[in-house]
């Protein structure tokens, strides 16, 4: 990405926090700064079903996080008097400096920021790493641009890697694979950045530990396993151009409906509202400036065209039904996750709408069970235990393709202090990876008959 366009669109990121992390017990702050350039977060406690959206089109900016009936929203030390006005009381329960960007972010392989978190230069330079120094496991795959490289106005290719122990044919662009496919896709929100992390960490494991350890070689020798770590390139720019203190940029980069959204939203479209299936419907926004802004059209953006473009290419079109009970049929093959943070949870479709249940409930609802059991998470669908959130990646691979589909949301259940966007960057091997990595060996190991394996 240019420099120079990379400062400009900093300068109008909601810039809330940086390396802060949710308080295990809910208090008041004492002296909490006044000053404009002062984050807060607040609890917020909801009564109804409902409340979640009431907030979200209100344009706050509602965290994927849930305590019970307790919700939180990050605003300014004015976002508690808007809050009463909608008829909500919150507590503020920490306050944060507004982070200030950098003059320039470097990119260069290696490169990280916050203690350790790595820059999509690092990202994308390890992936060909993987490939240099194992051709025989690893192949890197450019599948399209980011809306900044579209642009003309500097951006990325977008970058997947197919690891798998390579007989002819395997890591090809066909939907009818010889081995079934297990997908793990990360940082589609920028700002969640273990998620990332826990991408580069699930790669290494596979290339370093095949034929030293007997369940990673079984898996090898019999799955693709298909990685995106960055899923939205230039967000992750803008949340790196804070350097030690992040900005909390959740969209992408199109600041084509909205290019200076001030303190009160940032620009770019979700990402993860974006997508077409039941695009517009709840936990989205029209209004540019919303976190969960769901862009102009149904997969208008070129992350998102261009990643659903892969997956046709990866995955046959299984479900072929059109209805919201219509299921994938029991044989069908491969598994897709997304990750996000930090809500510490498990959720499948759909997540439009948690009133409606898909035709594969009862499997897609067990095998997030079996993951929720070995993280320590809830599962559920998204509006049974955090909040209906339409126009998401998992609901449109599981819609369109049948595709075996979930959200891993990674945090915090045990109290470790590892809360938030940007945990100390040492939570990343001390807490996080020993919790996910047995949940991707459980589901890439089902990924060759997810519906009919969900024990």
Known sequence: MSRKRLAGLAVGVTVMAAA???????????????????????????????????????GYDLLERRRGDHLFVLGDPATGDGLRRLGFSSTAVRTMPRPVPEKSVKDDAGDTYDGGYRTVGAHYAHLDQLAAQHPDLATVVTYGKSWLKQAGSGGHDLKAVCITKMKPGDCSLSPNPAKPRFFLMSQIHARELTTGEMSWRWTDELTGQYGKDPDITKLMDTTEMW??????????????????????????????????????????VDLNRNAGSHWGGLGTSTQPCNEVYLGPAADSEPENSALEGLFRQLYPAVRTGTGDSDPAPADARG???????????????????????????????????????????QSGQAGEILYDASGGTDDWTYDKLGLASFTIEIGDSDGRGCDGFTPAYSCQDSYFWPKIKPALMYAAQHAAAPYRSAD
């Open 227 to 268: 990685v995106v770590p960055i899923a939205n390139p230039d967000g992750v720019d803008i949340v790196a151009s804070g350097g030690d203190n992040p900005l909390w940029q959740r969209k992408n980069a199109d600041d084509s409906h909205g290019a200076s959204c001030g303190w009160t939203g940032q620009i770019g």
């Open 20 to 58: 802060a992390m949710l308080p295990q017990a809910t208090t008041a702050l004492a002296g909490a700064s006044q000053s404009r350039d002062a984050a807060v977060l607040y609890e917020v406690p909801t009564h109804h079903k409902q409340d979640a959206q009431t907030l979200i089109a209100a």
């Open 335 to 377: 598994m897709m996750i997304s990750l996000h943070s930090d809500a510490s949870m498990v959720l499948f479709p759909w997540e439009s709408d948690h009133r409606v249940h898909s035709g594969n409930d009862a499997a897609l609802r067990a095998l997030a069970g079996r993951m929720g059991s070995i993280t320590g998470y």
